[in-house]
Nanobody
């Protein structure tokens, strides 16, 4: 499987961005899909997941600000980010796991396929 992220950029605090993750050689609704992020000097952390059945779960630090969705016809995963903060600055990655059971743990080791990442920078 191949995952390609896009949509990153630089915005001011309070703004919005929508990230996309186009999948090929895997079908997004047949995997548990996730977004992770990694800030400079920090460990990669899970942002949220969408299970095969469509249910979602988010890390506490993005609840009520970020929304994960997918478009099955386009085989694409999305991350809508609103009310962005400077601390959201990071490289954002999409990932795919073949287990709905383990993916809610948001542990990177549980995810088999990864994109190359897209940079998000939030300024004051």
């Amino acid at each position: 499987g191949q995952l390609v992220e896009s949509g990153g950029g630089s915005v001011q605090a309070g703004g919005s961005l929508r990230l996309s993750c186009a999948a090929s050689r895997l079908t997004v609704n047949s995997y548990c899909m996730a977004w992770f992020r990694q800030a400079p000097g920090k460990e990669r952390e899970g942002v949220g997941i969408i299970k095969m059945g469509g249910s979602t779960k988010y890390a506490e630090f993005v609840k009520d600000r970020f929304t994960i969705s997918r478009a099955d016809a386009a085989n694409t995963l999305y991350l809508q980010m609103n009310y962005l903060k400077p601390e959201d600055t990071a490289t954002y990655y999409c990932a795919a796991s073949n287990s709905d059971w383990t993916c809610p743990r948001l542990r990177a080791d549980d995810f088999r396929y990864w994109g190359q990442g897209t940079q998000v920078s939030i300024s004051y």
